[in-house]
């Protein structure tokens, strides 16, 4: 893999040396933001959506408005591009193309598609462009799987659209990997208690709608709930100190009122230097969000429901709109450009992984 396993500074230099195409009249970015154009859809793509980065090269799902079930029997792309938006490879992976991570072990590229029911895992070698499909057995839950995370030498996956309401299933599961399955237990349950960061207050959780996740500078899980208008934060996750809060996301409406909002993809500023990578699957378009120096920890989010794309208050939960003109906003990366990429969680020794890696290189 040490081809790809390059600093991403390259591609930051080409973003400020302004080789990249010129900003897109309709779509417009609060200064001192400065937004373009990565990447248009290659040609027969559509709705591009979950972004991982791995070195120079950006990885992008085009879900090409397919069924999140599976249902339809129809393929996905993803799409791996160069640093200056021109096309690497695509890779074809079976249902509707979801989430998108970069095992930041083994370098391999995790892909999740159908996440309303029948999901299954495609691990893609990017070095050789190898394909290993995995699959889930029946889901606790009763629907499909969303997004990725990696922390430490664990594997977390969201357990998207829950067949109950209540919902007394799984909305977090640890993964690992057996032959071609993906085997999963329980982390955090849909009806879950937890700690309301807004109001103190203990809460019962009804999470609906478990979404996309990332982990926060902390190591912490953060999922979003994206139907609940939700961000769920949960510590320690697995272990007898799992802790969880929420907080609850809101923005002005169409009417000047604060008002929930449903957000998608969200980041966490992990340098002063960087930039955010964001897909928009109504205008079919991945745009590079620049400026100068960036706030770390700071929280960035796709408010799919703005539809804008904007910073998050982590005390207050409130959104405010950076980059407005868009349809459809969901995939969201920060792209720390300070030094070469490494684990965000740090708090594990590496070296226990080993069997995880085995497992997803035996292909």
């Known amino acids: 893999m040490k081809k790809l396993i390059t600093p991403v500074v390259a591609l930051a230099t080409l973003v400020a040396a302004g080789i990249l195409p010129a900003p897109v009249l309709g779509q417009t970015a609060t200064a001192p933001y400065e937004l373009k154009v990565f990447a248009n859809a290659p040609k027969g793509l559509s709705a591009p959506d979950s ?5 120079d090269h950006v990885f992008v799902g085009y879900g090409d408005g397919h069924d999140p079930a599976g249902i339809d029997h129809l393929n996905s792309q993803v799409v791996e591009f160069e640093k200056n ?11 509707h193309s979801d989430g998108l991570k970069v095992d930041p072990e083994t370098h391999l590229l995790w892909a999740l598609q159908n996440e309303d029911a029948n999901a299954n895992l495609v691990i893609i070698n990017p070095e050789t462009h190898h394909q290993k499909l995995y699959t889930f057995g029946p889901t606790q839950h009763g629907g499909g799987y969303d997004d990725i995370v990696f922390r430490g030498c664990k594997v977390y996956i969201s357990a998207s659209n829950p067949a109950n309401n209540p919902n007394l299933g799984p909305a977090i599961v640890s993964a690992t990997l057996e032959g071609n ?8 349950a849909g009806d879950a208690s937890a700690i309301d960061v ?6 019962t959780l009804n999470l609906q709608d478990p979404d996309s996740m990332m982990l926060d500078p902390e190591g912490n899980i953060v999922l979003d709930s994206q139907g609940d208008h939700l961000l769920i934060i949960v510590s320690n996750p697995g272990t007898s100190e799992q802790r969880v809060v929420q907080l609850p996301l809101t923005a002005l409406d169409a009417t000047g009122k604060v008002a929930p909002i449903e957000v998608d993809d969200t980041a966490f500023v992990t340098s002063t230097e960087g930039f955010i990578l964001f897909a928009d699957k109504g205008l079919n378009t991945v745009y590079t969000l620049k400026k100068k120096a960036w706030a770390p920890g700071a929280a960035y989010t796709a408010a799919d429901g703005g539809p804008f794309v904007g910073t998050i208050d982590l005390t207050t939960g409130f959104i405010t709109p950076i980059v407005t003109g ?8 920060f792209v720390n450009t300070s030094k070469p990429d490494r684990d965000d969680s740090r708090d594990e020794d590496r070296a226990g992984c080993r069997e995880r890696d085995r497992d997803s290189e035996s292909h």
């Open 198 to 203: 807004t109001t103190d207050a203990t809460v």
């Open 326 to 333: 868009l349809k459809n906003p969901g995939g969201l990366v």
């Open 85 to 95: 938006g021109s096309v690497v490879h695509i890779y074809t992976v079976p249902g």
């Open 181 to 188: 399955t993906v085997d999963v237990k329980p982390v955090l």
């Open 51 to 55: 972004i991982a980065v791995l070195g």
